[in-house]
């Protein structure tokens, strides 16, 4: 359950205001049809996050709990700074002749490919080592922050402080990488 929640919460927060979710504004803008729209964010998203907890189990199989615990502690305390800077989205033209479904699901796969939220997803496929939990978590927080951005579109960015979410983003990823590098440099190991 911890890999869940932890997944969930590093995900969620640092999605807001990701490229991923301006884009998935963009959609619900373009086609205006929330359900294959949230539909194309899932199947995308479970593929890509899919991939990325495997790469971070493997990892973790293979490298030693401290130094592994090292590692992931400046990985998180990067995603930190990372997250401090605010992203974009460059806009491509065009219609979407593939339909909400199809586009979505293309587009954010792509997106995600080196994206914050899926190098977080390696990291945590590293640290707790369960593709299953770890792609659920992820894919949770991928739902609610983009279905928020879907559903409630522009009306969220007016209200909420982007310049705060990523704060509190950064806050969060500072703490997963104190907690690793304190477990690396106290010897507790599996971080």
């Known amino acids: 359950m911890q890999a869940i929640l932890a997944s969930f919460l590093l995900v969620a927060a640092s999605e807001?205001?990701?490229?991923?979710?301006?884009?998935?504004f963009s959609l619900a803008a373009r086609f205006r049809r929330p359900w294959p729209i949230l539909g194309?964010?899932?199947?995308?998203?479970?593929?890509?996050?899919?991939?990325?907890?495997?790469?971070?189990?493997?990892?973790?199989?293979?490298?030693?709990?401290?130094?592994?615990?090292?590692i992931l502690g400046a990985?998180?305390?990067?995603?930190?700074?990372?997250?401090?800077r605010p992203d974009t989205l460059d806009e491509e033209d065009g219609p979407g002749?593939?339909?909400?479904?199809?586009?979505?699901t293309v587009l954010f796969f792509l997106a995600e490919m080196g994206d914050k939220t899926q190098l977080a997803t390696v990291a945590l496929g590293a640290r707790y080592g369960s593709i299953l939990l770890v792609t659920?978590?992820?894919?949770?927080?991928?739902?609610i922050t983009d279905g928020l951005a879907v559903v409630l579109g522009e009306r969220l960015s007016q209200r909420v402080g982007a310049k705060g979410i990523r704060y509190a983003a950064a806050a969060l990823f500072f703490a997963f990488g104190?907690?690793?590098l304190w477990a690396a440099a106290t010897g507790a190991g599996s971080a």
């Open 16 to 24: 807001m205001g990701d490229k991923t979710q301006l884009l998935a």
């Open 75 to 84: 990985t998180f305390v990067l995603f930190g700074l990372w997250t401090l």
């Open 178 to 180: 104190a907690a690793s």
């Open 97 to 104: 002749r593939y339909g909400p479904f199809l586009t979505t």
């Open 40 to 70: 194309g964010i899932l199947v995308a998203t479970l593929a890509n996050h899919a991939l990325a907890s495997s790469a971070g189990a493997f990892v973790s199989a293979r490298v030693p709990p401290h130094l592994l615990a090292a």
């Open 136 to 143: 659920t978590g992820t894919t949770l927080g991928m739902l």
